[in-house]
Structures are given as structure tokens and as C-alpha cells.
């Protein structure tokens, strides 16, 4: 036999209010002090009370259901898995769901059945975002949105990535590498990180006066697309470091820069500004940026729950909680501690 609900009349009994002030010291609505919403939230949780959600989406119109999108693209790698991990705990947080927008934007008629929706890594021209833009859904993007979707987002919160790189560039400048080459992704994958790490990389070099080498690379690169991009950017006899940007790209460099008789070490540097935990940021060979997904997925998925309830927060926002593990370090520590 189902146990019965407790309902907000017995809890107005107990603590002897107003039905309708328990409900507002539930709910957060109305005008409840502090201490009488304690006084509810214990007697509540005495008789064992668990929220009627259906109730409440009806009464306020909404679905308890955030939505996430990923470009289909980069839906394999660690990053965005753990990332998703992290938006659906934080969505937990806020009583509510997350829904993957997994579909095409052009497979069958689209209705989002959702509060608001995080679009990660928006990329120019995807067509998905263009529905999601036209559907009126408030939208968090984590990174930048295109400048023609600008107007449809309510905020973006983005990491550090033009100063990560500069970090590492200027670490490896620290160890006495002098002309590091770069790998990133190429126009298929051409996020606002994308192209910080890049700009990053060539403002670099003309600061040290230093010859960039620089090659782009398919996000879902085979291993004869990563070989050819990592053999053309190390080309230059006197190139002495290698910086791949896109996750994986370093781990999967190793073996390519060992037939090209460029030995990782203290005669060749590497690093990666997106580390996959397996293959980079375990491997001491490697200077590894982690960018905390799990984390950042969470707490973008706070950011999207306060615009959906109308708080006010800024356009632009930092997501602070990375780290950079140096090469022969074994823990890693925030970039900002540099």
C-alpha cells in the first residue's frame, strides 16, 4: 500500500499558521521571515512532507526540466560527458531535470519541453541553436555564443582560456622552450575557445618575436589527420615544444612526435589546454589544463536556474575553478596562483 502524503494543512496544524503562509515558506513565495521559514522547513521535515512538483509547475507554468545542448561533434569526448554529469546535479539541486537535446535540429518537428536551456560550445551556424533561438527559451551559453545569436542569450559564463594559454606558453617559455607550435581545431569545431586559444597562441609568438607554427586539425581527427597536423606543425628543425588545444590531441601526439624523433621531456615540451584525465592529466610528460567539467557544468546550470527565476546577473561570467599541472607535478593548482 502507498504511503500517504503528508499535506500542507497538517504542517499549518502543527506550527499553527495559515495554509497559505506554510505554502510561501515552502515555496519561496510571498513574504516569510527567516525564522518562520525554519520554523516550517523542521515541522515539514517531522512529518516526513515531500513536494507535490507536479502541483507546483502547474501553478507557476513551468516544466521542472532544464535543457542541454552539445554539438553533435564533440559529444564523444570526456569533457562534455562530464560536463553533463555535472549540469544534471546541479539541475537535481534546483528540484528540476536535464533533458540532452540529443536529435538534429532537422530530425522531425522540435518542442522544448523545458524551463531553459545551456548551450555548450555554441558554434556559428548550427541550426539547432537557431531553433532553440526562435523557440523564446532562456538560454545560458557556456563559451560565447555566435554574434548572430548574441541578442538570444540571456548569459554566458566561460573559462579563462586566452589566460590559460598564455600560462602555459609562458611556462614553457620558463623551461626554456622557445618556439612551441600549436595544433587546434579547425572550422568544423570553431567555438569561441576554439578561437581564444589560437588568438592566444599568435599574440605569444609576436610578443616573443617568435615564428608561429601553427596547424588545424578536425575535432574527430583519425590518427592520419592528428599525424599529418602534428608532423607539419613540428616541421621546423628548430621547433622545441608542442601545444595541442582540443582534448586528446597531446595524449594522441606522443607516438607521432616519437617517429619524428621529437622525444617528450626535458628536450621537447608538450602541453594541452584541454586535458582528457586519462591520457594527459596523468601523464607527467604532459603540462595539462584541467578545466574542472564536472564543476563547470554545475555551475553553469546555477547560472541558467537564476536567470530562469529572474535574479539579476551580468552578461559575461568567469568560471574561475581550473587548474594547471606542470609537467613533472603530480597534483594541480590554480592557474590563478601563478
Known amino acids: 500500500m502507498a504511503a500517504r502524503r503528508v499535506t500542507i494543512v497538517e504542517i499549518a496544524q502543527r506550527v499553527g499558521l495559515s495554509k497559505t503562509t506554510v505554502s510561501d515558506a515552502l515555496h519561496g513565495g510571498g513574504r516569510v521571515s527567516p525564522a518562520t521559514a525554519a520554523k516550517v522547513a523542521a515541522a515539514a521535515r517531522e512529518l516526513g512532507y515531500v513536494t507535490n512538483r507536479a502541483a507546483r509547475q502547474l501553478r507557476g507554468r513551468s516544466v521542472g526540466a532544464f535543457g542541454i545542448y552539445i554539438p553533435p561533434i564533440a559529444r564523444n569526448f570526456n569533457f562534455y560527458m562530464e560536463f553533463a554529469f ?159 588545444a582540443p582534448q586528446g590531441f597531446a595524449g594522441r601526439a606522443i607516438g607521432i612526435l616519437e617517429s619524428v624523433d621529437r622525444h617528450v621531456g626535458p628536450g621537447f615540451g608538450l602541453a594541452s589546454l584541454s586535458s582528457d584525465p586519462t591520457t594527459e592529466l596523468s601523464n607527467q610528460r604532459i603540462t595539462a589544463v584541467d578545466l574542472a567539467p564536472w564543476t563547470f557544468g554545475r555551475e553553469a546550470v546555477n547560472l541558467l536556474a537564476a536567470v530562469i527565476a529572474g535574479e539579476p546577473r551580468p552578461y559575461l561570467n568567469r568560471f574561475e575553478k581550473v587548474a594547471i599541472r606542470k609537467a613533472g607535478e603530480s597534483t594541480g593548482r590554480p592557474w590563478a596562483s601563478e
Not at 533533458?99 to 555548450?120: E, M, N, S, Y
Request: charged letters at 20%; proline letters at 8%.
Open 86 to 244: 555535472g549540469a544534471a546535479h546541479g539541475s537535481a539541486e534546483h528540484d528540476a531535470d536535464l533533458t540532452l537535446f540529443a536529435r538534429d535540429a532537422d530530425v522531425g518537428p522540435r518542442h522544448f519541453q523545458v524551463d531553459g536551456v545551456l548551450a555548450v560550445d555554441p558554434l556559428p551556424g548550427d541550426p539547432m541553436l537557431q531553433r532553440l533561438a526562435d523557440a523564446g527559451i532562456p538560454m545560458v551559453t557556456a563559451g560565447r555564443p555566435p554574434e548572430a545569436l548574441a541578442d538570444a542569450v540571456a548569459a554566458v559564463i566561460e573559462a579563462p582560456h586566452s589566460d590559460l594559454a598564455r600560462l602555459v606558453l609562458d611556462h614553457l617559455h620558463q623551461c626554456g622552450y622557445r618556439r612551441p607550435a600549436f595544433v587546434g581545431s579547425d572550422r568544423q569545431f570553431y567555438s569561441s575557445w576554439a578561437d581564444d586559444v589560437r588568438q592566444s597562441y599568435l599574440d605569444w609568438c609576436a610578443t616573443y618575436l617568435t615564428e608561429p607554427s601553427a596547424c588545424d586539425c578536425p575535432l574527430d581527427a583519425t590518427a592520419e589527420e592528428l599525424g599529418a597536423a602534428v608532423r607539419s606543425a613540428v616541421a621546423p628543425t628548430d621547433v622545441d615544444a608542442l601545444v595541442c
